[in-house]
């Protein structure tokens, strides 16, 4: 195994792209360390400690906790996935966006600068209503406000220091793409969740000093963890292959077709979405509670909307089934395969073309989408049910599944994939010993 790292610096093209990802991490984290000006760090941070379980913390996870720390890089990426899921969407019913779509490089192209002005506005729109909402947020517990001289000028200041943070976030997102090794924003991401984990470890080291919880205890935990991965691995990779077969094609003196492939039909075809735009739902009761005046209706919405409450996991299960079959239909639609298929003279075996082939993939694509679905409820929920009976951190548990594993190892399958690609390409032996790693759809 070491031998097949060392291979990887033998590349010189790989040694640079690696080299030169693992600088922008570097830039990336630097710049995370650098407050926004008029912010009492110390007493945000109390603020989110406070509100882990509401959308505010999703937030502060996607941003690599940049927004519980009041950086530059505060906003982190999500307004630039939202823009990019926001086009997405917007491809299925809007003609001109399916058009650019089906035009290939030059389509991208486009749409990738339409999604760069939208994430400039969105950004902008984001600094706004943060600035806002911290100017607004009442004393803390120690007695310190988050914003000592909140105004227009902290507003103008904030909304101009965020924006342009995002953007170099995105710019250094795609220069990982185009110079470096995987998918820039994945990537950054990734750097982004893994930097909880020494954190969660030291919270875990605590409580076991305490006499908490015993070795054995701490031992079964790790061997649900790891199974847990594994089993997040084994999602993330499983498929079903639908083979598809060419008919030979006479053009002049060259013969075209006449070979056997596949079209991989994943088990989770959806990804992380899912689980994002649940969460985000169920998080909206409990971040609205926050801002609610003692009461009834406070009380009801923080204890019934709780992680730890059997209506919400229900719920949230079953809005990440729902969310995976609309996010799969919108990611895969079996007429457009059926259609490219029966123009380019492919043919399933014993199927007849066009609509009985696109009837036949949403039927197969419908039958592995609904225990995949399933099992991504059941990975969402793991963290809330090992909270519950075992006395665990929340930043621990959530390494047990969840939006965050489901991330990392989505995207450490990825990276790994193209390392492998550019092994194999230059006749050395693969990180694995199959030399088949494959990577997840991206974000």
Known sequence: MLQKFQNIFKIPEL???????????????????????????????????????????????????????ATVFALGIMPYISASIILQLMGTVV????????????????????????????????????????????????????????????????????????????????????????????????????????????????????????????????????????GVVALTQGMRKINVQYAKRVVGRKVYGGQSTHIPLRVNTAGVMPIIFAQTIMFVPQTVATFLPEGIIRDWLMTGFSHQSAPYLLIYMVLIVFFTFFYTAVAFNPVDVANNLKKHGGLIPSVKPGKRTAEYLDNILTKITLPGSIALGIIAIVPSIVTMNVNVSYNFASFFGGTGLLIVVGVALDTLQQIEAHLLMRHYEGLMKSGRIRGRRRM
Do not use: C
Request: charged letters at 15%; proline letters at 4%; zero cysteines.
């Open 15 to 69: 040694k640079r792209r690696i080299i030169f990802t693992l600088l922008v991490f570097a830039v990336y984290r630097l710049g995370g360390h650098v407050p926004v000006p008029g912010i009492n760090a110390f007493a945000l941070g109390e603020f989110l400690r406070q509100s882990q379980n509401t959308l505010f913390g999703l937030y502060d996870m996607f941003a690599g906790g940049n927004f519980g720390r």
């Open 95 to 230: 003609p001109s966006l399916q058009k650019l779509q089906q035009e290939g490089e030059e389509g991208r192209k486009k749409i990738n600068q339409w999604t760069r002005y939208l994430t400039v506005g969105i950004s902008a729109a984001q600094a706004t209503g943060t600035s806002i909402f911290l100017s607004q947020i009442p004393v803390t517990a120690s007695g310190m406000p988050v914003v000592p001289n909140p105004g227009l000028g902290f507003m103008l200041m904030t909304v101009i220091t965020l924006t342009t943070g995002t953007i170099f976030i995105m710019w250094l997102g795609e220069q990982i793409t185009e110079r470096g090794i995987g998918n820039g924003i994945s990537l950054l991401i990734f750097i982004g969740i893994i930097d909880r984990i020494p954190y969660a470890f030291l919270d875990e080291y605590q409580l076991m000093m305490q006499g908490l919880r015993s070795i054995f205890m701490e031992a079964l935990l790790l061997a649900l963890m790891f199974g847990t991965i594994i």
